[in-house]
């Protein structure tokens, strides 16, 4: 089956700290990978995707890299800010799926000042 | 352009009563998803459309659970009867197509607490 895997959270950094959110996946296919965002109080909106292996997807500073010998999309930010702080999902989408997507459990972020 | 729009954003109810929820898709965009948020289950997909056309409702989770897209600008979730195990977010998502690399827009989501 498609499943997405990320680490535990919660992850606590100071501001300026650099940032890794690990996922990986396993899929039937040649899945697309994304991470999503959700602020509090707020829906999923998409942070970055990449289609096809060895593409870097970037974003607001955010970056993951796809990478199919480790099944692996990991998140990194060089620099984190507390506006940063939110909850990440990982996320996947095959065609044998249905196109829809497959979501991690997600990592809560807080960055503090 | 407006996004997603849920309603209504908080719903409180007691069991037994039925419970509809709303979605209106960005204009333009062919497929909505239904999703449900829950601490234990995470992010599930209930059901979505395609051109108004359920495509997989294997996710909905039994049959009090329905959903409808009468036009290319609404969708409904009706629960009926609510049971205090359906209190999740429930969130409306809505894409250009249902493609593998499409990018999925999610509303604010309605926060159902049933009682």
């Known amino acids: 089956g498609n499943s997405v895997t990320q680490m535990e959270g919660p992850v606590t950094l100071s501001e300026e700290a650099f940032l890794t959110i690990n996922c990986t996946y396993t899929a039937t296919g040649y899945p697309s990978l994304f991470w999503y965002v959700q602020y509090p109080g707020e829906g999923l909106q998409l942070l970055l995707k990449a289609t096809k292996a060895d593409d870097k997807g970037s974003n607001k500073g955010f970056e993951a890299t796809y990478r199919k010998e480790t099944t692996s999309f990991h998140l990194e930010k060089g620099s984190v800010q507390v506006s940063d702080s939110a909850v990440y999902f990982c996320?996947?989408?095959?065609?044998?799926?249905?196109?829809?997507?497959?979501f991690g459990k997600g990592t809560s972020l807080l960055v503090t000042p | 352009d407006a996004g997603v729009i849920q309603s209504p954003r908080h719903e409180v109810t007691e069991m037994g009563q039925e419970v509809t929820l709303r979605c209106k898709p960005i204009?333009?965009?062919?497929?909505l998803f239904w999703y449900r948020q829950t601490m234990m289950r995470g992010l599930e997909l209930l059901i979505y459309f395609n051109n108004n056309v359920p495509i997989d409702d294997s996710g909905m989770p039994e049959d009090r659970f329905s959903a409808k897209m009468p036009n290319a600008s609404f969708s409904t979730l009706k629960i009926q009867p609510s049971e205090p195990r359906d209190s999740a977010v429930y969130f409306c998502?809505?894409?250009?197509?249902?493609?593998?690399?499409?990018?999925?827009?999610f509303g604010p989501g309605t926060r159902l607490l049933v009682l």
């Open positions: 204009s333009g965009h062919n497929s």
């Open positions: 998502a809505s894409s250009l197509g249902v493609w593998q690399t499409e990018t999925q827009y």
């Open positions: 996320a996947l989408s095959v065609q044998n799926s249905g196109y829809a997507l497959n």
